[in-house]
C-alpha cells in the first residue's frame, strides 16, 4: 500500500543519526522515518513531533520499531506495535502491544498486551495481559491477567489475575485471583482468593486461603496374578 512521506527528499543533513532513526511498518509497508510525516493509503498519519518522538493517529495497523530508544504516542489506532522503544502511550486503540519499553501508558484501549515494561499504567482497558516488569498501576479494568511484577496496584477493576509476584494491593476490585506472591494487602473489594502467598490482609472483602494443589500419588492397579489368587483362596 503506498505511503506519501512529504519530506521524503529534502533530508536536512546527508547522514541520519541512527538515533532518531524509526522503521514504521504502517497496513504492510515499511519503511524509515526520523522527520517530517508518513500518510498512510487507508488513513490515518504518522508524525515526527521532535527529534526521537513519534505520533500515530488514526492508522488500522501499525508497528514502531527503534528510535534510539525515543518515545512513541498511539491515539485512535486499529492495531498498534511499540517494539525497543523507550516509552510508549496508547489511547482509545483496538489493540496496544509493547514490549522492552521503560514506561508503558494504556488507556480505553480494547485490548493490551505487554512484555517486559518497566512501568506500566493501564485504564479502563478491556483485556489486559502483562508479564514481567517492575510496578503496574491498573484502573477501572474488565480483566488484568499479570504475572512477574515486583509491585501491583489494583483499582476498581471487575477481574483479575496476579501470579508470581512482589507486593499486591487491591481496591475496591470484584473478584481477584492472587498466587504465589509476597504480601496482599488493600479493602473493599468483594473477593479475593489467595494460593501460596506470604500474607494477606485485605479489609472489607470476602478472602478466601486455598491451598495450592499437590500432584496425587500414582495409584498402582492390582496385578491379574494376585487378583486370581484371591479369588482361589474364597
Request: glycine share 12%.
Amino acid at each position: 500500500m503506498a505511503l506519501v512521506d512529504p519530506k521524503a527528499g529534502e533530508s536536512s543533513s546527508s547522514t541520519v543519526t541512527a538515533h532518531h532513526l524509526f522503521v514504521v511498518v504502517i497496513d504492510g509497508v515499511e519503511t524509515s522515518i526520523h522527520e517530517g510525516s508518513l500518510q498512510a493509503s487507508l488513513g490515518g498519519t504518522v508524525t515526527i513531533t521532535s527529534a526521537g518522538n513519534l505520533s500515530a493517529s488514526g492508522v488500522r495497523s501499525v508497528v514502531v520499531r527503534g528510535g534510539g530508544g525515543g518515545s512513541v504516542s498511539f491515539t485512535l489506532c486499529g492495531d498498534a506495535v511499540a517494539d525497543g522503544v523507550d516509552s510508549a502511550s496508547f489511547v482509545r486503540c483496538g489493540a496496544a502491544r509493547a514490549e522492552g519499553a521503560r514506561a508503558v501508558s494504556v488507556t480505553r484501549c480494547r485490548a493490551a498486551d505487554l512484555e517486559q515494561a518497566g512501568r506500566v499504567s493501564l485504564e479502563r482497558c478491556r483485556e489486559a495481559r502483562v508479564r514481567g516488569g517492575g510496578a503496574l498501576r491498573a484502573a477501572r479494568c474488565r480483566r488484568a491477567d499479570v504475572e512477574s511484577f515486583g509491585e501491583v496496584h489494583l483499582a476498581r477493576c471487575k477481574g483479575a489475575r496476579v501470579d508470581w509476584c512482589g507486593s499486591v494491593e487491591v481496591e475496591m476490585c470484584r473478584a481477584v485471583d492472587v498466587s504465589r506472591c509476597g504480601a496482599v494487602t488493600g479493602g473493599r473489594c468483594r473477593v479475593v482468593s489467595a494460593v501460596g502467598c506470604g500474607s494477606v490482609e485485605v479489609a472489607h472483602a470476602v478472602v478466601n486461603i486455598l491451598e495450592e494443589e499437590r500432584p496425587q500419588a500414582a495409584q498402582h492397579p492390582v496385578s491379574p496374578s494376585h487378583s486370581s489368587r484371591s479369588s482361589d483362596s474364597e
